[in-house]
């Protein structure tokens, strides 16, 4: 959780754990090259821009195959000086709750057993390791292997580990829809930089006798302490609220209450809160300062006397979990592209889009269906980008007739999920305003109620004209 010296007692300790927690692993989960989709746990090598790194995930039973109904992906970061493997077997309450809701979990691996947090001090930064690209194009692999919504991509961690979640919450906005951080604020450094490209709803844990990160900020001057770990500079939780307020766009004072008393342990919780009602595309701020609590993950006893007391009053697995399940990521605009974004049952891959005509395709079908993805509770419309060969109605080829009214196709929004039609429209020749430029056509639909489903834009083709679809705006 925090680095020392090589001969430390807490080098020793964590050398311990990490030895049993590799005697758990069977044949069966030693490390492999690649991933493959099924239940279990696996420890996996990956070749990337930073280098081989490693990773383990947790794969529920649960977990579904089918398009219609996607898996959440959560990223579960470890602290100083640990390992993805320490911390799954650390947080063991998580796999019940992941086989409950079909969370896909992973627990990458930092190098030097640190991560690039944005303190400038760990060995990844100063070695100028790219944490935040590494984890780029890890769950661009893990999209790879299984059916992920990518409105439900989080990322939790502590200490170390939850400092880094910040950092990627201000510089990989456009991939997570929520973080969650265990004692440990934004890097200081971060603090002016942090500018995420949309909202992501941020929960945080702060220990308020925290022994190792001074809930105040700046460094740590406990005279028993300050030798520990890494060094550097910290936000105070409140630098940490207000960053996070201006980044989402939020508005007015944060609602502060009480958790309830579970356990008399000289602990007590308070919750301050901006919700989606205060911030922009519905993100919300929970931050839970924790009095009488140390260094340490709640409810769990820390290894060491010197990270002070746990709170029984709260458990950060629970609280992580139930937040990022109700916070998905709102994209303003979605732009899907034919060719890149959908299936195809007819058609070919044209210049732009996708296209079927008389004469190369003359099977009527879908030219594109899917892509099966939440858009989120606030979308109202979906524009049909497509164009035609001839919109007249005029003699064609070999002094045939074409009708102007003639349907050629039906566009329509599918909830998958729930096997609704939630708009659809039949587009006839005479609908296009000329031949051979692309035209908007708007249907509206209410995406209220169906955050969680499987949702379809549909193009159905006559195979009777021309026509290429280059993609849809859903709004």
């Not at 979990?105 to 030097?112: A, F, M, S």
């Not at 960053?243 to 766009?249: D, F, L, P, R, V």
Request: charged share 20%.
């Amino acid at each position: 959780m925090f680095k020392y010296s090589k001969k430390s007692t807490i080098f020793l300790a964590m050398s311990a754990l990490l030895i049993i927690a590799f005697q758990n692993f069977t044949a069966s989960t030693l490390p492999s090259k690649d991933l493959v989709a099924k239940a279990g746990i696996q420890k996996i090598f990956l070749q990337t821009s930073q280098g081989v790194r490693t990773f383990s995930i947790y794969v529920p039973s649960t977990f579904s195959k089918n398009t219609a109904l996607k898996n959440p992906l959560l990223l579960a970061f470890h602290g100083g000086e640990g390992t993805g493997e320490n911390l799954m077997d650390q947080l063991g309450s998580l796999k019940v709750l992941a086989e409950k809701s079909r969370i896909i979990v992973v627990y990458p691996d930092g190098l030097h057993k640190n991560w690039a947090d944005g303190r400038g001090v760990t060995e990844p930064d100063v070695k100028g390791i790219n944490d935040v690209q590494f984890v780029r194009e890890l769950v661009a692999y893990i999209k790879t292997k299984f059916i992920i919504s990518q409105s439900q991509i989080y990322a939790m961690g502590m200490s170390n580990g939850g400092i880094f979640s910040h950092r990627l919450a201000c510089e990989a906005s456009d991939i997570f829809a929520a973080i969650g951080s265990d004692v440990g604020p934004m890097a200081l450094n971060l603090r002016d930089i942090c500018k995420a490209s949309s909202p992501v709803s941020v929960v945080a844990i702060q220990g308020l006798d925290d022994p190792l990160i001074p809930y105040v900020g700046g460094e740590n001057t406990n005279p028993l302490t300050k030798n520990l770990g890494d060094g550097g500079s910290f936000s105070s939780w409140n630098q940490t609220l207000t960053t996070w307020k201006a980044n989402n766009g939020c508005l007015g004072e944060p609602q502060t209450s009480y958790l309830p008393i579970k356990v008399q342990d000289g602990t007590a919780v308070q919750k301050w809160r901006y919700d989606y009602t205060q911030c922009r595309q519905n993100a919300e701020i929970d931050y839970y300062l924790v009095k009488g609590m140390g260094h340490v993950w709640p409810p769990g006893a820390p290894p060491l006397k010197l990270q002070g007391n746990t709170s029984g009053n709260i458990d950060a697995t629970q609280v992580f979990v139930d937040f990022f399940l109700n916070h998905k990521k709102v994209f303003p605009e979605i732009v899907l592209q034919s060719e890149v974004n959908f299936f195809h049952q007819v058609g070919y891959l044209d210049k732009l889009g996708w296209s079927t005509n008389k004469v190369r395709d003359t099977r009527t079908g879908y030219l594109n269906y899917g892509p099966y993805m939440d858009v989120g509770r606030n979308k109202s419309q979906a524009l049909f980008y497509m164009m035609i060969d001839n919109h007249l109605g005029v003699l064609g080829a070999r002094n045939i007739v074409i009708p102007s009214n003639e349907v050629v196709a039906v566009i329509d929004i599918y909830d998958a999920t729930r096997g609704e039609v939630l708009a659809i429209q039949q587009i006839k020749r005479r609908d296009f305003k000329s031949s051979m430029n692309y035209q908007a056509f708007v249907l509206p639909f209410s995406s209220a109620g169906r955050e969680s489903n499987a949702i379809e834009f549909r193009v159905y083709s006559y195979a009777n004209a021309y026509l290429n679809v280059d993609g849809v705006i859903v709004k």
